[in-house]
């Protein structure tokens, strides 16, 4: 995992570059030359944070599937009417 380094001025210029390095790593952001920011990805964020990807974030990194590989059976259901 390596490292890169935007200067602010760089990372206001080309935020999708800084995003797109951010996939590989973290991304320092310096201000006059220090220090000043580091842009994650999100599950490296959650990592650090020692909190486990919610069941939205890991369905979104399945494969997308063929309607038919899933089938599943109609159920045969009467309603009846209710007293109360």
Same mark, same amino acid.
């Given at each position: 995992?390596?490292?890169?380094?935007?200067?602010?001025?760089?990372?206001?210029?080309?935020?999708?570059?800084?995003?797109?390095?951010?996939?590989?790593?973290?991304? =320092?952001?310096?201000?006059?030359?220090?220090?000043?920011?580091?842009?994650?990805?999100?599950? +490296?964020?959650? *990592?650090? *944070?020692?909190?486990?990807?919610?069941?939205?974030?890991?369905?979104?990194?399945?494969? &997308? =599937?063929? !309607?038919?590989?899933? +089938?599943?059976?109609?159920?045969?259901? &009467?309603?009846?009417?209710? !007293?109360?």
């Amino acid at each position: 995992m390596s490292t890169r380094i935007f200067s602010s001025r760089d990372f206001t210029r080309d935020v999708a570059a800084a995003k797109a390095a951010a996939l590989t790593g973290p991304v =320092l952001i310096t201000d006059r030359g220090l220090p000043s920011f580091v842009l994650l990805n999100i599950d +490296e964020y959650h *990592q650090l *944070q020692g909190k486990a990807p919610s069941l939205f974030a890991l369905m979104q990194q399945l494969p &997308e =599937l063929p !309607d038919d590989v899933l +089938e599943i059976p109609r159920m045969d259901v &009467e309603f009846r009417d209710v !007293d109360f």
